[in-house]
């Protein structure tokens, strides 16, 4: 099989794989127990009123015809209004994601930058007390949930020494003129230190221990005895020729990775109280708005799905080795 029928067969997979998702969404908010219209229905209206209410979002229709208008308008991006606000669910989602964007690709960046540079390290030095020290570091960073880590953080540095903010992502009455003018303020800094902070611990695991491992593989290559004895230093055959060839799985672990960190998002907001878009997710599931869920939940799968099909397609362009037979 050649490279066109992989990304064929890939890319059907992918369109199969949005359906199956789109399908498990619409059924799942439909069989929970409860009323969605509670919150945009009066028990002050008269029955005729509520009725215009329920049909103006397409609630007294079959639940055939409900699926079948959902996934037409999935197919066009379309999420509907939402019951709580009766803004379009783009708009929402518009509001919410680029702030989750910005603390996600931070702490992503970061974890990323120093992870790679442990794991580097303690593949070279293998046997050392520097190598324990970092496994036992990442091991600690991927097993302890981050929202523990996230209150721990809020409770010693933020209602004990005072030194970090202990919600949002702006101090009140804080007015910026534009969403970059907000990023790139001190107060806007000093508010995504903190989750930042403690998504990178988490995230710098999993790509200190790929490395680390792809390292002892690399180093025992007999490319790396021809570097020793053309004499060149060390630090140049650590850096130049042992880490640039063991960076490989980093490369395609990162676009995955970087989609569970998106869709990830969830808990650390809802501890920092970040307005991005895993916390609305949690609020509109909470009061039961269909569409806002609906809407966020599909974008968040989405933004996994999609980087998991790039990672397999740039796998095989970044490692000739890599066949499609």
């Not at 789109?22 to 059924?27: A, I, R």
């Not at 991927?142 to 880590?149: E, I």
């Amino acid at each position: 099989m050649g490279k066109a029928s992989f990304v064929i067969r890939r890319s059907l997979q992918l369109v199969v794989t949005f359906w199956a998702v789109g399908t498990v969404l619409f059924s799942l908010f439909r069989l929970m127990p409860g009323d969605p219209t509670s919150y945009v229905v009066s028990s002050q209206m008269t029955q005729e009123a509520r009725q215009k209410i329920i049909a103006s979002y397409g609630l007294d229709e079959p639940m055939h015809v409900q699926y079948i208008k959902f996934m037409e308008n999935l197919v066009q991006l379309e999420f509907g209004q939402s019951f709580h606000s009766n803004q379009p669910v783009k708009q929402v989602i518009a509001t919410y994601l680029p702030n989750t964007l910005v603390l996600m690709l931070t702490a992503f960046i970061v974890a990323y930058a120093i992870g790679i540079t442990l794991g580097v390290l303690s593949g070279w030095y293998r046997g050392s007390r520097f190598e324990r020290s970092t496994v036992i570091t990442a091991l600690t960073a991927r097993s302890v949930p981050t929202f523990y880590v996230g209150l721990i953080v809020l409770w010693i540095f933020g209602a004990g020494l005072g030194v970090i903010p202990m919600s949002g992502m702006t101090s009140l009455g804080t007015q910026n003129a534009g969403f970059w003018q907000m990023v790139f303020s001190l107060d806007f800094l000093h508010h995504l230190a903190a989750p930042a902070a403690v998504l990178g611990f988490y995230y710098m695991g999993y790509p200190l221990l790929i490395m680390r491992s792809s390292m002892l593989e690399v180093l025992s290559e007999d490319f790396i005895d021809v570097c020793r004895a053309k004499g060149l230093k060390e630090r140049t055959i650590m850096f130049k020729h042992a880490a640039r060839n063991a960076l490989l799985p980093i490369v395609t672990a990162a676009a995955i990775a970087l989609g569970y960190a998106v869709g990830g998002s969830v808990l650390i907001e809802t501890v920092f109280a970040w307005p991005g878009i895993g916390r609305e997710m949690v609020r509109a599931v909470l009061r039961r708005d269909f569409p806002v869920a609906q809407g966020t939940f599909m974008v968040l799968a989405a933004t996994i799905i999609i980087l998991n099909f790039l990672a397999d397609l740039a796998y095989g362009y970044l490692d000739p080795r890599v066949t499609y037979d």
